[in-house]
């Protein structure tokens, strides 16, 4: 049945196309307002300071602040300073390393005070073929195959470091190369960030290895001190020495 022209729809079905309308107008007001904001809820939107951004609240004007005095990261202990340092318990402050400059030019460690002398870990044959990797990929450009100093290099025009056998570094303590690839010395640069600290043991424990190797004869301590060292470390000797 079809509505005619000339009649009036109900009220009913005015009242109903109305609502209609006003409830799509909100919807539509909503919308547009919700997009207009950007009303969100995410975590990134919470106030807060981008890094190295500066600040207007704190009088240095740095939104970096410096860690609380006194405070360690997490596994930044480092109690175990023989292994950490090389160096040993309660060394002495004021002890310096005599040196010398060696026929290449090199200045070179002639003592080695407060150098541990055995190593804080045990050596075997897992950790000399560890050094060895290593010392291929960071120590053999200079030094060469077996320590002699004649790295590529080296052949290159590079200066000569010093041998390995020698006798003042065949009585070196141990801890004198793990200081020295900790700190660097003279033309040698630190590698500290290139090598962790059980690496740089593996690498000292090799170096040991090439040293016995081309002199079997020598009594050189090459076993783990009986007791480790757990006291709490402070800052490495920075002078170091020429491996």
Known sequence: MFLNRT?????????LGS?????LSLAAGLSILSSACGVRFDMQDQPRYKAYKESDFFSDKRASREAPEGTIARGQLHDNKAFYTGK??????????ATATD???????ASFPNDVEEFPI??????IDRGQERYNIYCITCHGQFGNGDGMVVRRGFPKPPTYHDDRLRNAPVGHFFDV??????KMSSY???VQPADRWAIAAYIRALQVGQNPDMNM???AAPNSNTAAPQAANTTGGHK
């Open 7 to 15: 009649e009036k729809p109900q009220a009913g079905s005015k009242k």
């Open 19 to 23: 609502m209609r309308i006003i409830v």
């Open 88 to 97: 040993i318990d309660n060394p002495n402050p004021n002890a310096v390393a």
């Open 103 to 109: 026929a290449n030019g090199n200045t070179v460690v």
């Open 122 to 127: 045990p050596v075997t044959q897992a950790l």
């Open 181 to 186: 690839m900790t700190n660097g010395w003279g």
């Open 192 to 194: 500290a960030y290139q």
């Open 221 to 223: 301590k090459a076993a």
